[in-house]
Nanobody
Framework: QLQASGGGLVQPGGSLRLSCAAS????????MGWFRQAPGEARERVSC????????IYADSVKGRFTMFKDGTKNTLNLQMNSLKPEDTAIYYC????????????WGQGTLVTVSS
């Protein structure tokens, strides 16, 4: 089971940290990623780390601003989001993924991030 939290309202240029608590498995041994869906848009991948080489890939739109990391002690997947822009407004979802292309397998419920002044 996956439980995301940390969303909210933030001004442009601000920061938020999303957290996804996992139960029933260890995040240290599971490929996982973050996805988002803006109003009227398709769900898109934000960041993902497959187990193939352990590297994290990011959408071009968030590179240099977002950082995904795991906390094994808390068994969470996290997304540090800095320099937020209005176009980052979306519902953010964590998911377990599979394969080098990070195909989502199991979804958590989303958390809403709104970037607005």
């Amino acid at each position: 089971q996956l439980q995301a939290s940390g969303g909210g309202l933030v001004q442009p240029g601000g920061s938020l940290r999303l957290s996804c608590a996992a139960s029933g498995f260890s995040v240290d041994y599971q490929a996982m990623g973050w996805f988002r869906q803006a109003p009227g848009e398709a769900r898109e991948r934000v960041s993902c780390a497959s187990n193939s080489d352990g590297s994290t890939i990011y959408a071009d739109s968030v590179k240099g601003r977002f950082t995904m990391f795991k906390d094994g002690t808390k068994n969470t997947l996290n997304l540090q989001m800095n320099s937020l822009k209005p176009e980052d407004t979306a519902i953010y979802y964590c998911a377990t993924v599979k394969g080098p292309s990070c195909l989502p397998q199991r979804w958590g419920q989303g958390t809403l991030v709104t970037v607005s002044s």
